[in-house]
């Protein structure tokens, strides 16, 4: 309804507790600082010199911008945050990328407020009411611990801002096409609808899932009308339209492009195994956000094992039935209980593309951060409809709410602490997942660091190496825990060959996924750093992963450069060097300058040897015919 100036107060005291509520959402994370960088973070923050912006100025925000970026290439505005965050705090500071997070977080608060109010007020439920309920549920979706691994993990900055930027988009959406249904124009608002889109697509590729919010929304909701009905009807077929092509493309496109019946490259899961495993990642999302514990987030889900069939593990079965089950009584109810069916179609939609064939990793939090919002509404709305049945007092009511959103302040509270330190997120994650490797290499590598790092006088050095033992034990499909105890008992002086064994049997047997691919790193990053590692065993891991490993050229050349530099033995060097030749493109520098190094390095026979396998590789790409234009 068109605004009046009676409504004018109230919505001014509207606006204020909107501004009050998202100011108090966002305190809830700053026990959570300063906080340090994890996981992902290291090569999308701290070692990503494309975000390093030294000077404040356009050319090098261009630079920034256009530089493709390790994380994706549809992330523009996020990585320019992060770069206006580095030159802000003069470095990578942690608690600088951290504090931008929790703002952003905040004015998500503050807009889906908006949204919830004005979703409230078009479902039917009166003013009195959606004063209260919108600034709840929003409350709950802000304040909810699930969060927390969204806003203080640096770089899922990717996944929040374009949160933001979607529930602007539908807000603005739900704006124009209740003018529509009051017979006002809607165009300008669908316009700022679709610029909001853009921009939530220049931070997540995810974001592409807004059609399928304003296709709920007109399910449940606004029931594709209009005050024109000639425009209903075009609404109504334009969504049928949109429909069938959305499935055309999943079925023709998208399946035959990422459908793999094998495992997926550095995965232990084909895309069969993905989906039935998503039923009970799904169900584990929900259970997190139903029973919100910090000890039900651990973070880290390595540890987390792929369905290999309907009843393997059991709970397959059970799950798939339970969300067949959840999106039929949606459909149902979609007429009855709008807002439920709305809310659970938001919150599987939000999931499609993470929950679907691409070989992403199993399971991540911050997949949650718009899910939640689905989540949230669905649930205040089954609370509503209890609440109506049983005719509560409404100090009860407001008891019970006050209670509920308590509990899930206290919980982010507690958790976001645990993200202070990296060594008391590891020790939470630890508690949390015991079977989760990266949580124990976290908990090794940040006594390591606290105990001085790299030396023999390291005075946290048997608290490292026991919580890699325990690593190694716990993790056994894991590499990182294993190679690191290597180095821990070597720089320590208590190597012995069982340690050793143990890692050369883990390198030869376990799936090479990017983690473990990754682990032999860990012993020539020490190496480079002055451990004396045993050369002969540091040879054989190269050579094992080498085999085992589908590696880059780039790779490939940089164990050669670490074997014939590091260990002095450029023959034993040659064979990545040729693979890694062999792999990388003809017009590629790389063997002129390995020529002219193995020169320096007077062995020209294995400089002539490089020079003709280069000369051969540009030769047979020369005489290759290319297809006509």
């Known amino acids: 309804m068109p605004q009046t100036q009676a409504d004018s107060p109230a919505i001014r005291k509207f606006l204020i507790t909107s501004l009050l509520l998202s100011l108090f959402a966002g305190l809830l994370f700053v026990p959570g600082l300063p906080g340090e960088f994890v996981f992902d973070d290291a090569p999308n923050i701290v070692n990503n010199e ?14 920034v911008i256009a530089t493709p970026q390790i994380s994706g290439e549809m992330r523009g505005l996020p990585t320019l945050t992060f770069a206006l965050d580095y030159w802000r705090a003069g470095g990578a500071d942690p608690a ?8 952003i977080h905040a004015l998500t608060a503050l807009a889906l407020l908006w949204l919830f109010r004005s979703l409230l007020q078009m479902a039917g439920v009166t003013v009195a009411r959606t004063r209260w309920l919108a600034p709840a549920l929003a409350f709950a979706w802000a304040a909810h611990p699930l969060q927390v691994s969204s806003v203080l993990y640096a770089v899922q900055r990717l996944q929040t801002l ?52 304003t296709l709920a929304l007109e399910l449940t909701v606004l029931h594709f009308a209009a005050a024109d009905a000639a425009l209903a009807r075009r609404w109504r077929k334009g ?35 993905r989906l039935l495993t998503q039923a009970r990642v799904l169900c584990l999302y929900l259970w997190q956000i139903l029973v919100p514990l910090p000890s039900h987030m651990p973070f880290y889900y390595d540890w987390l094992q792929p369905s290999r069939g309907l009843l393997h593990p059991w709970t397959t079965l059970p799950a798939i039935v339970l969300l067949l089950a959840l999106l039929g009584g949606a459909w149902r109810l979609r007429k009855r209980m709008p807002l439920f069916a709305l809310g659970v179609f938001l919150f599987f939609s939000a999931h499609f593309i993470t929950s679907n064939v691409i070989g992403l990793e199993l399971a991540f939090e911050h997949r949650n951060s718009f899910a939640l919002i689905g989540a949230v509404l669905a649930v205040g709305s089954l609370l509503a409809a209890a609440n109506q049945r049983l005719q509560l007092h409404p100090l009860v009511q407001v008891g019970f709410c006050i209670a509920l959103l308590a509990g899930l302040a206290g919980s982010t509270l507690v958790r976001a602490h645990s993200w202070s330190n990296n060594l008391l997120l590891a020790k939470a994650v630890t508690e949390a997942a ?6 124990w290499m976290q908990l090794c590598a940040s006594q390591f660091k606290l105990g001085g790092g790299i030396t023999k006088s390291n005075t946290r050095l048997d608290q490292a190496i026991s919580a890699c033992s325990s690593g190694a034990t716990l993790a056994p499909y894991a590499l990182n ?53 045993n050369k002969v065993e ?22 050669g450069y670490f074997v014939m530099n590091e260990l002095a033995e450029p023959d034993l060097a040659m064979p990545y060097f ?52």
């Open 578 to 629: 040729v693979a890694a030749i062999q792999g990388a493109s003809p017009r590629d520098p790389f063997p002129q300058q390995l020529s002219s190094e193995l020169r320096e390095k007077r062995r020209p026979d294995l400089a002539s040897r490089i020079e003709q396998l280069a000369s051969a590789k540009i030769g047979k790409a020369a005489a290759t015919p290319h297809p006509l234009p």
């Open 96 to 103: 600088t990328f951290k504090i931008t997070n929790i703002v």
């Open 162 to 213: 374009g949160t933001l930027f979607l529930v602007l988009a539908l807000l603005t959406y739900l704006h124009a096409r209740q003018a529509q249904i009051e017979g006002r124009r809607g165009r300008t608002g669908l316009m700022a609808a679709m610029l909001l889109w853009a921009v939530a697509m220049s931070c997540k590729e995810d974001s592409a899932q807004l059609p399928a919010y």
């Open 434 to 439: 015991p079977h989760s490797a990266r949580a």
């Open 239 to 273: 969504y049928q339209f949109a429909l069938l092509a959305g499935v055309a493309l999943y079925l023709f496109v998208v399946i035959p492009h990422y459908w793999s019946w094998s495992a997926y490259d550095a995965r232990n899961f084909s895309t069969p195994e």
């Open 50 to 63: 494309s975000i390093q912006l030294k000077q404040l100025t356009l050319d090098g925000l261009a630079k």
């Open 481 to 533: 825990s294993a190679a690191l105890l290597v180095v821990l008992k070597t720089l320590k002086g208590n190597i012995n060959q069982n340690d050793w064994d143990l890692f050369q049997h883990r390198l030869e047997n376990v799936q090479m996924s990017w983690d473990n691919q990754r682990a032999p790193t860990i012993l020539t990053y020490h190496a480079q750093k002055g451990v004396k590692l």
């Open 538 to 559: 540091l040879l054989k891991a190269l050579a094992t992963l080498s085999r085992r490993a589908n590696l880059e050229p780039f790779q490939n050349a940089q164990i």
